[in-house]
């Protein structure tokens, strides 16, 4: 009876953790939208994006196809894609960045227009870097991580509504690791993202940002 007992609660904490593992976990079956431009010319990816402000080109990079945007005086570059409004979803893509000792801001997505979310990777030096998540044009929240110069990183954005009730939940991570936790989360009461998602880039006058990788799921 007692070994039965220790098995049966052994068993609950490893459910728990399976629990708390496949929380970010992703199912492919649900895309709704994805890119990673192996098409070497811009012009063909224009039905499927709005160019906000920035300049672009595709380049290769290594073995892969990416979208640079680079310096033209913007503050920000932003590019809309995706359905009109999404209630429920999950971005994410990923970016490149030479460095990481300018601390400026390299790269972001975000939703629902100006008065939405912005989440940004922001590179502050030494190897290090804050993922901050942006709501209504202040910072709701931001936690340090490890960042380093010349990787791919990947960021997610989780969206969930239920009634008038949403949540937010976001993370950062080098690609082709597994992130096991959110990193931020945020809770938020009638929410209304209207408009397209978008995808922020912030080059500065020497370094380009590239972006890969992009894709939007179904949160269901």
């Not at 904490?13 to 709704?32: G, L, R, V």
Request: net charge negative; with cysteine; aromatic share 12%.
């Amino acid at each position: 009876m007692k070994f039965i007992l220790l098995s049966l609660i052994a068993l609950s904490f490893a459910s728990c953790n399976n629990m708390k593992n496949s929380s970010i976990s992703s199912n492919n079956n649900d895309i709704i939208f994805s890119e990673n431009f192996t098409h070497p010319n811009v012009d063909d990816f224009k039905e499927d994006f709005f160019i906000l402000s920035g300049n672009y080109t595709i380049d290769p990079l290594g073995d892969r196809n990416a979208l640079t945007s680079t310096f033209n005086g913007n503050t920000e570059n932003a590019l809309l894609f995706g359905p009109e409004k999404l209630t429920n979803y999950s971005l994410e893509t990923s970016f490149f960045y030479l460095s990481t000792a300018n601390n400026t801001i390299a790269a972001g997505i975000g939703g629902g227009g100006i008065s939405g979310f912005k989440v940004h990777l922001y590179p502050t030096g030494q190897m290090k870097g804050v993922l901050r998540l942006i709501y209504n044009n202040r910072i709701y929240d931001e936690v340090a991580m490890k960042m380093l110069p010349d990787t791919w990183y990947k960021i997610r954005v989780d969206f969930t509504t239920v009634g008038k009730n949403s949540v937010l939940k976001c993370v950062a991570y080098e690609e082709g690791s597994s992130p096991k936790n959110w990193m931020i989360s945020g809770d938020f009461r009638d929410l209304d993202l209207k408009g397209q998602v978008s995808i922020l880039t912030y080059p500065v006058r020497s370094i380009p940002v590239h972006v890969d990788d992009i894709i939007i799921r179904k949160n269901e």
